[in-house]
Structures are given as structure tokens and as C-alpha cells.
């Protein structure tokens, strides 16, 4: 009976030691399988890809708001200067009237020798008022005028704050994410850190024009790190590459993917007319790249790869939405 109940507790702690093994963090046990890792890999660069297109759009919302107020800041520059000469003359006006009366001396209207002379001093009296009147009158529209223009750079500059509060909270959940991602891509052994400095290849598609010179520029930034919100030179993300790319070749496009999809609602395309330099963009817009023919695409990919050319294969052709011809 002794015996029976040492047996049946031995196996119950090497089943409590099972579970403890089965539950300690850092164990093989608790650790993902390579499969699910990757599993987990393009989920994660699935949000990833949308977070960052949020955090595009929100860096975009501020530089407009802060430029607008910059613009309105210097004007404001502009109408204090003249506000401080209008004040500077009605000062020496003040001043004026102060030592010698209003408008100099009233003597020659006193004693007047000659009518037609007085008549002409009345008459130049006359002109000053109107002249004083005048520079009231513009002082007071000028100040009316800056007042309006401050309460103005004060919204912008309040608008471009909140900005600024949203690019920062996007900014650490897109922190967050890239740190999961990183550690995922270095556990499976695919994380890529590129070269900024990588030199690309050579374009040899069958575009021409400015689609040409855009996969020229595109092929030449193959192997540079992508980063989020990367426009270039060193680095990319996806939409910051189709932009330089196409400005390359003399086209300005909007910054983000959301907005460079909005403005080609008249250019778009079906994807089997695709031609090589049009817009492919991955559904819900959180992805896009560049047709380069042949059933090929470049894009800037995500977080631990590179810029690269890739098969337009199952996988890509069910995630994309549509196409755009800049």
C-alpha cells in the first residue's frame, strides 16, 4: 500500500513538473513552431502595413497644418511691420499737435492778409485732415486685420498640435509592432537589414517615357531598407517609393497610399491591362508597388526586408484591389 501511494505520488509531481515546463516562458515548449511564427509573420505585417499608412497620414495632416501656419506666421510679420509704421505716424502726428496745436499754427487763418491765401490754407488744412483720417483709418483696419490673422494662426497652430499628439500615438504603435516583427524575422532567420547605400539593378523592361525613367529610379533602390515612413534617399517604405519614383520622372504624387489611390479615382485601371509604372495597390490600401511587366512588381516590402522585385504569383494577385496609370 506504501508503495502504491509513493508511485502514485511520483506521478503526480512528474505531471505538475510537465505543466510548469509546458508554461515557463522562454521554454521550447511555450515557443511557436517556425510554421506558426511565420503564421504569425504575415498577420502581424498585415496590421503593420495599415498602422503605418495611419501614421503616413497623420505625419502628412501635421506638415500641411504646420506649413499653413508657418505661411500665416509670416504674414503676420508682415502686417506688425506695417502696423508699427501706421503707429510711428500717428505718434509724430500726436507729438506734433502737442508742441505747435493741431495741424501747426492756426496764425495765418488769425489775421489773414490775403482771401485767396486763406482759402488755400483751409484747403491744405483740409487735405491733412483727410490725410490723418486716412492713417486712422488704415491703423485701425490693420490691427482689426491682425487680430483676425492671429485667432487664425492660433486655430492652424492648435489643429497641427493635435497633429502632431495623433503622429506621435500612431509613432509608438507602430513602434511596438516593428519590435514584434523584428523578433519573429530573427527567430525564423529572414530578417534583412539592406544596404542604404545599395547600388540597385538595371531596369531592361519594356516600359518607356516616364514610366521608364519611374522603374529606373525604382530598380536602383533595390536592396535599401525599408522603413516606415521612409521616402528616401537611404530608405523606404512602399508608398515613399512609388513617390520619389515617380517624381523622378517629373509626376507628383500625394505622400500616402490612401491618398495616391483617392487622387487616381479618374486613372485607374483593370489589373490585366496593367501596364509597366502603374499603381498596384493590395486591398484595404494598406500596401502598394509598381508593375514592372513581365508579371513583375517592385515594392518596398515591410519592416526587416528590402526593396525587391517580386512574382506577381496566387498570392499577390488575390490581394490586389486595383491599378492606377499616373
Known sequence: MAAATWRGRTAAALALASVALATTPGTALADPSPAQARAKLVKLNEQADQLVEKYNRATETYKTAKKKYDVLKAELAGKDARADALRRDLVTVAVNDYKFGPFGTWAPMAAPSDPGA??????????????????????????????????RAETVLAQAESARAKVRAEQAKVDKMVTEQTKLMRRLGVFRTGNPDSPGIQYTGPASGNAREALEFAFAQVGKPYRYGGTGPGSFDCSGLVQA???????????TTYDQWSWGAGRRVPLDKAEPGDLLFSRGLGHMGMYAGNGKMVHAPQTGDVVKIVDL???WRTRLLGA???
Open 313 to 315: 504569383d496566387d498570392y
Open 245 to 255: 519614383a515617380w517624381r523622378s520622372a517629373g509626376v507628383s504624387l500625394p505622400r
Open 324 to 326: 492606377v496609370r499616373p
Open 118 to 151: 486763406m482759402l488755400g490754407t483751409m484747403a491744405s488744412l483740409d487735405e491733412m485732415a483727410r490725410a490723418r483720417a486716412a492713417k486712422v483709418r488704415a491703423y485701425e483696419a490693420t490691427i482689426e486685420e491682425l487680430r483676425d490673422r492671429h485667432d
